[in-house]
């Protein structure tokens, strides 16, 4: 998993609960490296989702609500960081549909090692798109999270239905439709 990740992750506690439960979080995780990340570096999921189990213990907030946070937040900050990637003449619908086919294709370009999550368009309609979501990861919240980020971001009234198609969270089904 890229480093960025990880170093967003830790940079969202300490903004969201205070540098001392981060401090707490990454004592209790016992990482191989001290949590010692770079933005580049590529790391073991596993540890990320450590920390996250950890947090949520400390915080006593639910992984999956911790997952979905994170990952509207982290699609906020991939918007700034990337801005290429968010041209202002594309809607929702647009960016969703080409996140496997231009977005993840871009991020192999930059980072050939990165482990991406397969994102297929399987109905695309004016004002609905349905979603499949695969990874071995089983970070359906975080994706969920991610869509809750670009709706934002897009400023759109979107509804999002997520159907898990394996227990695990590896699959899941999203449907996302314009409101009315």
């Known amino acids: 998993m890229k480093g960025m990740v990880f170093t967003e992750f830790i940079e969202f506690v300490e903004d969201a609960y205070g540098f001392e439960i981060a401090q707490e ?8 490296n001290d949590a010692v990340f770079t933005s580049v570096g590529t790391y073991d999921s596993a ?7 950890k947090l949520s213990a400390i915080v006593n907030v639910g992984v999956s609500d911790l997952l979905i946070v994170y990952g509207k937040h982290l699609f906020i900050r991939f918007s700034i960081l990337y801005p290429h990637f968010f041209p202002d003449n594309i809607t929702f619908f647009d960016f969703i549909s080409k996140i496997d086919n231009y977005i993840h294709v871009e991020v192999k370009k930059l980072y050939p090692d990165a482990e991406l999550p397969n994102v297929t368009t399987v109905v695309k309609e004016d004002d609905m798109i349905e979603i499949i979501y695969c990874s071995r990861r089983k970070f359906g919240d975080f994706a969920h999270g991610l869509l809750l980020g670009a709706v934002s971001f897009f400023d759109e009234d979107i509804d999002i239905s997520k159907q898990k198609l394996e227990d695990d969270g590896s699959k899941v089904k999203f449907v996302l439709k314009r409101k009315n």
């Open 47 to 53: 540890e990320f989702v450590t920390m996250v189990i």
């Open 25 to 32: 979080m990454i004592d209790n995780s016992n990482l191989s």
